[in-house]
């Protein structure tokens, strides 16, 4: 299978058990993730030589990061261990009509830090064929935005295909500059695209007609226009996907995604989700899978069906990671998710 590099700031972690309030929670579970960390695994769990880049310091819990990455199959050779402290997000799950929490913690981590040149991207993008950043990234720091830029743009220079999930985070763009000031620059060189039912609205001001996200209503009809958008201003654009999430509460959602190429717009099959196990990293869940599944030549609609088929079983998974395989995906799509035991 071809390399895939991602890059991005991944976290520690830090979970309330059994859906209870952080006023109320005696422990919180640990464990790492972060949306480009989350693709690697979900490529490497699919057989794809998955490498993650990334800085992190030099101390006992960059250690303990580290080594829970590797523990999936993930290439951490290229990852720069330097400064002084590992970004955290705090996560309370909600249930029914309780929303879930999320608090970050990310001021002055090794990622917020890096400048140009800290990363090798030679050395990064040797063997590679495609390279993955989201919009997280560029939301974190100047610094971390000038870097994404200098990796797109070597990742460009060697030919790769360059995908970028929008992943717009209201919460951490506040170090000077707007995403939609930023955001350009990056998303001009890229082949691929993907976002949810509001990212494009938050970052380009193109929003869904008819679509109605805050009520749980998105028609999957109405994101073609949103991809015809995206592909007139950004001609390098060859695809365009977009997840659809009802959400109907936060233990009930339906999931689904659309994919644009050629003119043509290609609908994956919608699922009823509930109850939810973890729905964080399903965005992430399914660009693992149309990465893969585009890297291993499936036509559009086996693609988008793959991808959402994917991202619908994450939402079974506890934490970020999607531990799924491609067995598993298949038989979902050929199956149904009846959910009877394997024996």
């Not at 050395?123 to 974190?140: K, S």
């Not at 997840?243 to 009823?272: C, E, I, K």
Request: net charge negative; hydrophobic share 45%.
């Amino acid at each position: 299978m071809p390399r895939v590099v991602t890059f991005g700031e991944i976290m520690m972690r830090l979970a309330t058990k059994r859906f209870e309030r952080f006023v109320q929670a005696s422990e919180l579970e640990v464990s790492f993730c972060g949306g480009e960390a989350n693709v690697a695994v979900s490529l490497a769990a699919f057989g794809v030589d998955a490498r993650f880049v990334t800085a992190l310091p030099a101390n006992p819990l960059g250690d303990a990061c580290l080594n829970y990455v590797r523990r999936f199959g993930v290439d951490t050779s290229c990852i720069v261990r330097q400064g002084k402290r590992l970004g955290v997000y705090y996560l309370e799950t909600g249930a029914v009509q309780r929303a879930s929490q999320v608090i970050y913690d990310r001021a002055g981590s090794s990622m917020a830090e890096v400048k140009r040149g800290d990363i090798d991207w030679e050395a990064a993008l040797d063997g590679a064929h495609w390279f993955h950043w989201t919009g997280i990234t560029p939301a974190i720091s100047a610094s971390a935005a000038d870097v994404c830029l200098e990796g797109i743009e070597a990742a460009k220079a060697k030919g790769l295909t360059v995908s970028a999930d929008l992943n717009f985070r209201r919460k951490l763009w506040g170090w000077g500059k707007s995403a939609g000031e930023v955001m350009p620059d990056l998303v001009r060189h890229c082949d691929v695209v993907v976002g949810n039912e509001e990212d494009a609205e938050m970052v380009f001001g193109i929003r869904a007609p008819g679509s109605d996200v805050s009520a749980g209503h998105v028609e999957a009809a109405s994101y073609r226009h949103v991809a015809e958008q995206l592909t007139a201003r950004f001609p390098a654009l060859t695809h365009v996907a977009i997840t659809l999430r009802g959400s109907l509460s936060a233990s009930h959602n339906t999931w689904s995604g659309v994919l644009f190429t050629g003119g043509a717009m290609f609908a994956g099959p919608q699922y009823d989700i509930m109850p939810i196990v973890d729905r964080v990293g399903g965005g992430d869940s399914f660009c693992g899978g149309l990465i893969y599944a585009m890297l291993s030549g499936k036509p559009p609609q086996e693609a988008i069906d793959f991808a959402v088929a994917a991202s619908c079983l994450k939402h079974t998974i506890h934490g970020d990671f999607n531990l799924v395989t491609i067995a598993e995906v298949e038989s979902l799509l050929n199956n149904g998710g009846g959910g009877r035991v394997q024996r």
